[in-house]
Nanobody
Framework: QVQLVESGGGLVQPGGSLRLSCAAS????????KHWYRQAPGKQREFVAT???????NYADSVKGRFTISRDNAKNMVYLQMNSLKPEDTAVYYC?????????WGQGTQVTVSS
């Protein structure tokens, strides 16, 4: 079983930056694709970014050019650097991975973008 724990959320003004972190409980985390998703109030959970075990990345159009996903395999960590934040980025952000066909989610971290 893989446990995922997110951190780094908070309140930030429009145009500001935050860096989210996701810590995994197992070394195997380094060898699987990792994702960030988010869920805004009253909306469905949506894809934000992906990083494969080889380091390839993919982003939702809404965050492309503003967000950067990265990983530190030695620490079993994945990060989401969020720049130029907008009020519409307000959501709970979740770390997600699939291992052996089993999906794993963290508990989420709240990001609020407001003046």
């Amino acid at each position: 079983q893989v446990q995922l724990v997110e951190s780094g959320g908070g309140l930030v003004q429009p145009g500001g930056s935050l860096r989210l972190s996701c810590a995994a409980s197992q070394t195997i985390f380094s060898f699987i694709t990792k994702h960030w998703y988010r869920q805004a109030p009253g909306k469905q959970r949506e894809f934000v970014a992906t990083i494969t075990s080889g380091g390839s990345t993919n982003y939702a159009d809404s965050v492309k050019g503003r967000f950067t996903i990265s990983r530190d395999n030695a620490k079993n960590m994945v990060y989401l650097q969020m720049n130029s934040l907008k009020p519409e980025d307000t959501a709970v952000y979740y770390c997600h991975a699939i291992r052996g066909g089993v999906p794993y989610w963290g508990q989420g971290t709240q990001v609020t973008v407001s003046s």
